[in-house]
């Protein structure tokens, strides 16, 4: 399957600052990636969906002016999560369609925030 | 009514047995199925695709689509324990690339 990455895999930050996560796709190209926010014990559930060359897509509920993505080429995607707060802790997931018609989602390691 | 649903589980099941995980999905004009598996504290994986009904095979594992019943399964022979694992559904929209997930099963195999 194709491979994508994450980095970094985990940060800790103080609360108010802003974080940035990369997430690349390394053996193949994306013009579309999904960012996903998993709590402990519970679903995954998709922020938003990043457009190469275009703006990003927020599902309902999400803050675009909090959580910042810019998909920067069609290897990369950035999600920024800016003054973050404890409640912004959590697991986030980013994924690239690949494989017969683009049908198949691959997921990066994923980031562990943790704000104090 | 969810879109895609799945029993919470936990499954357990003996090692060495089949484990059955089901799903069910509400748009019927749905044509890509999905089952990724999750470790605890790890991102999904994409275990098996299945985009026509009856059933596919990959090693241990066999994915099951009947789509007059929307429904789709995913069977584990000879459970190990390192099957144990969340293991979630997902159905692809029809209308962009976004999947539709389930919450997914938790699976137990008891040595």
């Known amino acids: 399957g194709a491979v994508v990455s994450q980095h970094p895999s985990w940060v800790i930050c103080k609360s108010g600052t802003s974080v940035k996560i990369e997430c690349r796709s390394l053996?193949?190209?994306?013009?579309?990636m999904f960012w996903y926010r998993q709590f402990p014990k519970q679903s995954l559930m998709l922020m938003a969906t990043?457009?190469?060359?275009?703006?990003?897509?927020?599902e309902q509920g999400v803050e675009k002016d909090k959580f910042l993505i810019n998909h920067a080429s069609l290897t990369l995607s950035t999600l920024t999560v800016t003054s973050a707060h404890p409640e912004d802790s959590s697991f986030y997931i980013c994924?690239?369609?690949?494989?017969?018609?683009?049908?198949?989602?691959?997921f990066g390691p994923g980031t562990r925030l943790t704000v104090l | 009514q969810k879109e895609v649903e799945q029993n919470s589980g936990p499954l357990s099941v003996p090692e060495g047995a089949i484990a059955s995980l089901n799903c069910t999905y509400s748009?019927?004009?749905?044509?890509?199925f999905f089952w990724y598996r999750q470790y605890s504290g790890k991102s999904p994986e994409l275990i098996m695709s299945?985009?026509s009904n009856g059933d596919k095979e990959d090693g241990r594992f066999t994915a099951q689509l009947n789509k007059a019943s929307q429904y789709v399964s995913l069977l584990i022979r000879d459970s190990q324990p390192s099957d144990s694992a969340t293991y979630l559904c997902?159905?692809?929209?029809?209308?962009?690339?976004?999947?539709?997930w389930g919450a997914g099963t938790k699976l137990i195999i008891k040595p």
């Open positions: 990043s457009n190469e060359g275009s703006k990003a897509t927020y």
């Open positions: 994924s690239a369609p690949s494989g017969r018609n683009n049908n198949e989602q691959f």
């Open positions: 299945i985009y």
């Open positions: 997902a159905v692809k929209s029809r209308s962009n690339y976004q999947l539709i």
């Open positions: 053996d193949f190209q994306a013009t579309t």
């Open positions: 748009d019927r004009g749905s044509q890509s």
